[in-house]
């Protein structure tokens, strides 16, 4: 069973910073693609920011604002955040894509809440 525990989300004011943390636990052979989404009150999850392959791609609300990393050996996918608005308040949830020995797996986080605000 493979597990994503997230963290590192609370209340910052506007212009603030906050680091999410994810770490993937379990039998995981290798980790093919890690992501983060958001879901704010009333609209649907989206795709913030995403890591694979050695690459990253942003969605533009937060392109030069947030920044996606990762270190594959703790299996951990990190999203530094600055210049932080309110609209950018949601829960955020990280998903990865990877393989174990019975083969490809994905899975989504609990998610950790972030709120913006004065």
């Known amino acids: 069973q493979v597990q994503l525990v997230e963290s590192g989300g609370g209340l910052v004011q506007p212009g603030g910073s906050l680091r999410l943390s994810c770490v993937a636990s379990?039998?995981?052979?290798?980790?093919?693609?890690m992501s983060w989404y958001r879901q704010a009150p009333g609209k649907e999850r989206e795709l913030v920011a995403v890591t694979a392959s050695g690459s990253t791609n942003y969605a533009p609300s937060v392109k030069g604002r947030f920044t996606i990393s990762r270190d594959n050996a703790k299996n951990t996918v990190y999203l530094e955040m600055n210049s932080l608005k309110p609209e950018d308040t949601a829960v955020y949830y990280c998903?990865?894509?990877?393989?174990?020995?019975?083969?490809?797996?994905?899975?989504w986080g609990q998610g950790t809440q972030v709120t913006v605000s004065s």
């Open positions: 379990g039998s995981i052979v290798s980790i093919n693609v």
């Open positions: 998903y990865a894509n990877y393989w174990v020995a019975q083969g490809k797996l994905s899975s």
